[in-house]
């Protein structure tokens, strides 16, 4: 493991002020810059949460004011906040999670379905159109999808799961359409990596390596994977519901890391350039 270095967090930026551009409702959660500048959000519908000595934690059960899961698009020139879709052909979408934009123009995203008391929802992967013309489904039946992200030549998508730890990688024939890899892979995928002892996979991003920084709760760091499979480094976070990365700043060296547990948005130096996304 790596320890963390120069780490900077609080309630709010180091300069300037926190605003709210639109009041979405439900529960947004992954976004992500389109090509033509819109905000495209992953809305899962509304989390439950509990207090665990200090610490936010989710909690399994339906949120009483939940209606559906849906993909909406925000305008931030016009402030126009729009549904693009709430279903896959029959199936409705349950709680989309997290998104990623290829170079042709259209977006990965996952669902991650909904957690009862007694029991869960399958999750999936999904392709669509940044216009609302088109939605597909990638793969299916996955296990609490998470994180997602494309590799530096968008011939992966990556997608982490949460509940068991486990790294798959989706090898594009075209986009939207991946290769099935044979039993026993449950859903198509290909096993990339599976973590040891208890520790749950969150959001992600990749660098420009190609390496997947995902997000790990429990443990409390950000496990960097080879796309061969080997567990790069841990790098240590202040906060045991750590649960997304992104990279930004002119060399993209800079990392921001989001801390559930205590509310806090954390500032470190990356040792490697992150890969910047198609439209950011």
Known sequence: MTALVGFVAGGLPLTGSVSVVAETGGGPNGLAVGPDGAFYICNNGGFLF????????????????????????????????????????????????????????????????????????????????ADGSMIVEV????????????SPDDRVVYVAETETARLWAFDLEEPGRARKHPYPSPHGGRLVCGLPGYQRFDSLAVDAAGNICVATLVTGCITVVAPTGEVVRQVMVPDGMVTNICFGGADMKTAYVTMSGTGRLGVLSWPEPGLRLAYS
């Open 139 to 150: 793969a299916y039946p996955l296990t609490t999808a998470n994180g997602v992200g494309l």
């Open 50 to 129: 509990r207090t665990v000595a200090g610490l936010n934690r989710t909690r399994p059960g339906i949120h009483p004011g939940y209606t559906s899961g849906r993909i909406e698009r925000f305008d931030p020139r016009t402030g126009t906040l729009t549904t693009l879709y709430e279903r896959c052909g029959d199936q409705p979408l349950c709680g989309p999670n997290d998104i990623v934009f290829d170079h042709e123009g259209g977006f990965y995203f996952t669902d991650f379905g909904k957690n009862r008391l007694r029991d869960r929802d399958h999750a999936g992967l999904y392709y669509a159109r």
